[in-house]
């Protein structure tokens, strides 16, 4: 049960430094400039809403729900979204460097040119993807479900694609020899 209801609310420029927002709808709110530095934002409902240029530093967000979120260009390195729904999410741009997405759900996703060096993807669903010119150097896809998902110039320099899923419409960067589906 949502611990405060802020579903399409314009808090565009609002300063919520330090903020409890645990378990929060923030469904389909406009959230740009957002000030969410240190916030706890664990179980929070994001579905629908535009997120670009908040400030999410030190921000805690577990088990999060992104789906349809706008996100495109964040600065996201290092952050544990770690049991996250993310589904057709736009992520394009967006910073994930070290980031923690173990088991994650981000089914239809978009990170066109995003970069995901060393990020943690273990288990994830990224079927259905748009990794197109994303960066996934030293990434860990162990156990990643990577079926329909286009990975066309992308870089997967040392990503760890062991025991992955995926299938004759799964589109790999020229010339990549992939390992055989689970």
Same mark, same amino acid.
């Given at each position: 049960?949502?611990?405060?209801?802020?579903?399409?609310?314009?808090?565009?420029?609002?300063?919520?430094?330090?903020?409890?927002?645990?378990?929060?709808?923030?469904?389909?709110?406009?959230?740009?400039?957002?000030?969410?530095? #240190? *916030?706890?934002?664990? +179980?929070?409902? !994001?579905?629908? =809403? %535009? /997120?670009?240029n908040a400030y &999410?530093? @030190? $921000?805690?967000?577990?088990?999060?729900?992104?789906?349809?979120?706008?996100?495109?260009?964040?600065?996201?390195?290092?952050?544990?979204?770690?049991?996250?729904?993310?589904?057709?999410?736009?992520?394009?741009?967006?910073?994930?460097?070290?980031?923690?997405?173990? #088991? *994650?759900?981000?089914? +239809?996703?978009? !990170?066109?040119? =995003? %970069? /995901?060096?060393?990020?943690? &993807?273990? @288990? $994830?669903?990224?079927?259905?993807?748009?990794?197109?010119?994303?960066?996934?150097?030293?990434?860990?896809?162990?156990?990643?479900?990577?079926?329909?998902?286009?990975?066309?110039?992308?870089?997967l320099q040392h990503?760890?694609?062991?025991?992955?899923?995926?299938?004759?419409?799964?589109?790999?960067?020229?010339? !990549?020899?992939?390992?055989?589906?689970?």
């Open positions: 049960e949502p611990k405060a209801d802020l579903s399409q609310a314009d808090l565009r420029n609002l300063n919520l430094f330090q903020s409890n927002l645990i378990n929060a709808d923030l469904s389909e709110s406009t959230l740009m400039n957002t000030n969410f530095r #240190n *916030s706890c934002l664990q +179980g929070s409902n !994001f579905d629908g =809403a %535009d /997120l670009r &999410l530093m @030190g $921000a805690s967000m577990l088990g999060v729900k992104l789906n349809f979120a706008i996100l495109s260009g964040m600065e996201l390195n290092g952050f544990d979204l770690t049991h996250s729904e993310m589904r057709y999410a736009n992520l394009d741009f967006t910073h994930l460097q070290n980031a923690v997405l173990n #088991n *994650s759900d981000m089914k +239809g996703a978009s !990170f066109y040119q =995003a %970069d /995901l060096t060393e990020a943690q &993807l273990q @288990g $994830a669903d990224l079927s259905d993807a748009n990794l197109n010119q994303c960066i996934l150097v030293k990434a860990n896809l162990n156990s990643a479900n990577l079926r329909y998902c286009n990975l066309s110039n992308a870089i990503a760890d694609l062991t025991d992955i899923k995926h299938n004759h419409e799964t589109i790999w960067p020229e010339g !990549f020899q992939p390992p055989v589906s689970k």
